[in-house]
């Protein structure tokens, strides 16, 4: 993950020599501590507060800025641009909100040793490509992950609590032919926990507006999203294609969850401003010097985790724009 981590720092380093940092200008704070580390920019050539403490784009677009890029989250890209009056509000900006619900499995009795709690996170195993699509009329896909912690999670986390009580009902359940303590720890050990972050259809119907900004400026977020209607049928398919594969095991549907951690869409990427507020280049329709950089660029889901996509989108723009960027000197 480290090495990674520096591949990716290097390359930010090696796009924000091309900038010269001549004039080009970014929102995220992440993003300016990756350049500064490695392309030793003058602190005051990066504006940290887009708004300049106004909490708007007006002020660092009108001359300030060759270049913009707003890159402060799925969110707060959003709604930066929205409480920004001198920025065009295209008719799709704040729609299509996308986040990944999850739907998770427990699975029990599956005559392995399913390890849980191994792992130093709650996530050691991803499996992808069997759900690239739940079905031929359900084009949606699924992205596993092995939650093998959370049966190590300590009492009170909703799931390590109703599948312990799961454990205990079915060790009860299997008489005393064998002490209770070894009954439970057997089951225990062949329980697994999979989790399913599923891809949902962008929706304009699915919004994220502005609910009212704090004293210190903060604008608090008012998102309008509903379950899918087909996230139902994926719940059913799933849990019956795992009883099938595993048919002496015992699948249930622990839950469905939505989340708050991957916001996607409501600036989306579209040929025309009739339908998305970017192009193909992250260009903002119908202004000049303005780039947005979020996953809230991206005009649908998948159900793969997006941040490798939005760093492969980062690498392309420093791409674009370096040799838009005049010399200084
Ligand atoms: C709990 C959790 C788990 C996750 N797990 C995964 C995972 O396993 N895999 C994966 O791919 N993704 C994961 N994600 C998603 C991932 O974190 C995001 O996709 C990624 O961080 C988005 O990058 P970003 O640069 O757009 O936004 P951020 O990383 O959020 O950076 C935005 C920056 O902008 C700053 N900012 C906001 N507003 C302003 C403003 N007005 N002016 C100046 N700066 C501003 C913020 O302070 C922040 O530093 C996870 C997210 C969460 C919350």
């Known amino acids: ?111 392995i040793d399913a390890k849980p709690g191994y792992g130093d996170s709650a996530q050691t195993g991803m499996l992808v490509p069997f759900f690239e699509q739940v079905a031929p009329e359900l084009p949606v896909s699924m992205l596993a992950e092995i939650q093998s912690g959370s049966l190590s999670e300590v009492g009170g986390a909703l799931m390590r609590d109703i599948m312990l009580r799961d454990v205990l009902e079915q060790a009860v359940a299997a008489g005393d032919a064998v002490p209770l303590r070894r009954r439970v720890r057997e089951i225990w050990r062949s329980t697994l926990d999979l989790w399913f972050l599923v891809e949902p259809q962008p929706d304009p119907s699915h919004t994220l507006s502005i609910d009212r900004i704090e004293a210190s400026g903060q604008a608090i977020p008012k998102v309008a999203i ?15 294609f795992v009883q099938r594969h595993a048919p002496r095991a015992r699948v ?32 903002y329709h119908d202004l000049e010097n303005l780039y947005v950089l979020s996953t809230s660029v991206f005009p649908s ?29």
């Open 1 to 111: 993950m480290s090495a990674h981590h520096d591949v990716v720092r290097r390359e930010f380093a090696r796009q924000a020599d091309g900038f010269g940092h001549r004039g080009s200008f970014f929102a995220a704070a992440s993003t300016a501590d990756w350049i500064d580390d490695g392309a030793r920019l003058a602190a005051d050539e990066i504006v940290l507060d887009a708004g300049g403490g106004a909490g708007d784009l007006s002020r660092a677009l009108a001359g300030r800025a060759r270049q913009f890029v707003v890159a402060c989250n799925g969110v707060d890209s959003c709604l930066l641009l929205q409480r920004s009056p001198d920025v065009p509000k295209p008719a799709s900006l704040g729609k299509y909100f996308m986040d990944h619900s999850i739907i998770q499995l427990g699975i029990y009795d599956t005559g």
């Open 226 to 240: 509903e379950y899918p209607a087909y996230f139902a049928d994926c719940v059913e398919r799933l849990t019956g």
């Open 252 to 283: 249930k549907h622990l839950g469905s969850i939505p989340t708050a951690f991957h916001w996607l869409g409501t600036t989306r990427m579209s040929t025309s401003p009739a339908d998305g507020c970017v192009d193909s280049a992250l260009r």
């Open 301 to 329: 889901a998948s159900s793969a985790n997006p941040t490798l996509t939005l760093a492969a989108l980062a690498l392309r723009l420093g791409d674009h724009l370096a040799p838009a960027v005049p010399a200084r000197h």
